[in-house]
């Protein structure tokens, strides 16, 4: 049996991947670098990026079937602000409605959607006061 105190074991490894990397950027004066609020554009290398950071993710917000709802607008908001990177899931909604659900989640927290496969989809908001997660250029 291998002592798990002197080599770093297979729990160890596997629980690090699970959480997303967190960065900080090399600036001065504070403010987040290409940091645009609500307005935010991804380019497609940004996209790739950040979609293989949300890979190992799992869905942190639920949209039932009562939709795009205040509760989730502002749970969503919170996570956001937390995590910077989320993954959201919609079980209940036809193909239409998901994406006009998506479309506003979007909208009202000020967030940028990288992917959306099935029910599943992907929103980053760059944190505010520093970002953890830098985007290449």
């Known amino acids: 049996m291998v002592d798990e105190a002197i080599t770093p074991g297979f729990k160890a490894r596997r629980q690090f991947r699970r959480q997303a990397p967190t960065y900080r950027p090399q600036e001065a004066d504070g403010v ?3 940091y645009n609020g609500l307005d935010m554009q991804l380019t497609e290398k940004q ?3 950040l979609k293989g950071l949300a890979h190992p993710l799992r869905p942190v917000i639920l949209m039932g079937q009562a939709g795009l709802t205040d509760a989730v ?3 969503t ?3 956001l602000a937390d995590h910077e990177l989320i993954k959201v899931r919609l079980p209940g909604l036809d193909r239409a409605q998901r994406d006009a659900a998506l479309q506003g989640l979007a909208e009202r927290t000020g967030s940028a959607m990288v992917t959306r496969i099935g029910h599943v989809a992907v929103l980053y908001r760059r944190g505010e006061p520093l970002p953890r997660i830098v985007l290449p250029d």
């Open 77 to 79: 908001s919170r996570a």
């Open 32 to 34: 987040p670098q290409g």
């Open 47 to 49: 996209r790739r990026h």
């Open 73 to 75: 607008v502002t749970e």
